[in-house]
């Protein structure tokens, strides 16, 4: 069992954390911009793990992680890391994987590049955990399909280019009866929504897009009719490991940031940190996050090795995502006022992190995805 990174690792980590600061020095998130999105692509973090033939950097999975960990660490702008990491993991990857050859040539380097924006459209009003429930169909027409439908909740689905969604192409035949396709932002029938004035993460537009009866080409399809679960499953599997990484990065400088405040700051005559309370509550943070970083790095060595990865990854999402919800909390609690006010990027690590333990499945969706890993 080998815990320390290679030298390349180690290069990799510290020029994407150098070049994420640079471009993203906050305190202030920025909205998106597409010069902004072309920096991404730049920097690497748009195409990590797609294949270098289709303009990707061909990284696995660990370095990939390792990659938006290094993001993640260097800027307060987390709603514009969480952006690329919807892009490349809800998109990106399954059209890689499962994408016509002539799809992933025409889509791919443009993802990676920056020119393009991916749109995860999943999520509907009456399917957010229950993603079996899907309302969205996909009717076999001559050379494609007719899609209608809407989905409540897409990540960069003002901006997006392309949407990869979801629907419903056999209702008789279950969870076997969804299939997947790469459909292009322009396509008649085609409408986004405005963005959505959301908690947190304001860097990563999402609203509603409607499909209304627009007509996708065959081409489209991602894999074989009603592999659409299968999918999902495989982009999840990406989501729930590498994007979380970032939110190791978080909770990273958070420590950083909480350690030094703690050091100066005096109240009572005394350092804040000779204050046991104070003490004990940094160190629950960093246990929290050596803790789920070690499963988030093991579900990424499981995916890297081929290997079954259901539970880890379940496990690895929720343990980050809990972790940087209560580490964040814990913060604000030690910057006092400081960590309540605007502008200092200490409430916003809060607001972030609430919606991780909702988005790519709830806590108690991957607790019960362990339990049936179990044989609960």
Not at 10 to 31: H, K, L, N
Not at 146 to 174: H, I, M
Not at 277 to 302: P, Q
Request: with cysteine; hydrophobic share 45%.
């Amino acid at each position: 069992m080998e815990f320390s990174w290679t030298p390349a690792q180690e290069r990799r980590y510290r020029e994407t954390a150098e070049a994420v600061a640079a471009a993203f020095p906050g305190p202030d998130e920025p909205r998106f911009s597409r010069a902004a999105w072309r920096r991404l692509g730049e920097i690497g973090l748009l195409g990590a793990c797609v294949p270098e033939a289709y303009g990707g950097r061909g990284l696995g999975a660990l370095d990939t992680a390792l990659v938006f960990e290094a993001a993640g660490r260097a800027t307060t702008a987390t709603g514009v890391v969480f952006a690329a990491a919807a892009h490349l993991f809800a998109c990106a990857v399954p059209i890689a994987g499962f994408g016509a050859p002539a799809l992933r040539e025409g889509l791919l380097p443009g993802m990676c590049s920056g020119e393009l924006v991916g749109g995860n459209a999943m999520t509907e009003p009456g399917a957010g955990s229950d993603v079996s429930a899907l309302a969205t169909t996909a009717v076999p027409a001559e050379g494609g399909y007719t899609l209608s439908g809407t989905k409540s909740f897409v990540s960069n689905g003002p901006v997006a280019d392309v949407y990869v969604t979801y629907a419903v192409t056999d209702p008789t035949a279950g969870h076997l009866g969804t299939s997947a396709f790469a459909v292009a932002a322009g396509t008649p029938g085609v409408r986004a929504g405005a963005a959505f004035d959301k908690l947190g993460m304001a860097g990563c537009e999402a609203g509603p897009v409607v499909f209304d009866g627009c007509s996708v080409p065959a081409g489209a399809l991602l894999g074989e009719p009603g592999q659409g679960g299968a999918v999902f499953q495989h982009s999840m599997a990406w989501e729930r490991s590498c994007l979380f990484a970032l939110f190791l990065g978080v909770q990273d400088a958070l420590v950083e940031r909480c350690v030094a405040h703690v050091r100066q700051r005096r109240q009572f005559g005394r350092r804040l940190a000779e204050f046991q309370a104070v003490s004990h509550r940094i160190a629950e943070m960093k246990l929290r996050l050596e803790g789920s970083r070690l499963l988030l790095y093991r579900a990424c060595w499981e995916l890297d090795e081929g290997r079954p990865a259901a539970s880890t990854t379940a496990l690895a999402k929720l343990a980050v995502s809990e972790s940087a919800l209560a580490s964040a909390t814990d913060a604000v609690r030690l910057f006092g006022a400081g960590g309540y006010l605007a502008g200092h990027g200490i409430e916003a690590a809060l607001r972030d992190a609430v919606g991780g333990v909702t988005f790519s499945g709830t806590s108690d969706v991957q607790r019960q995805l362990v339990a049936m890993e179990l044989g609960l």
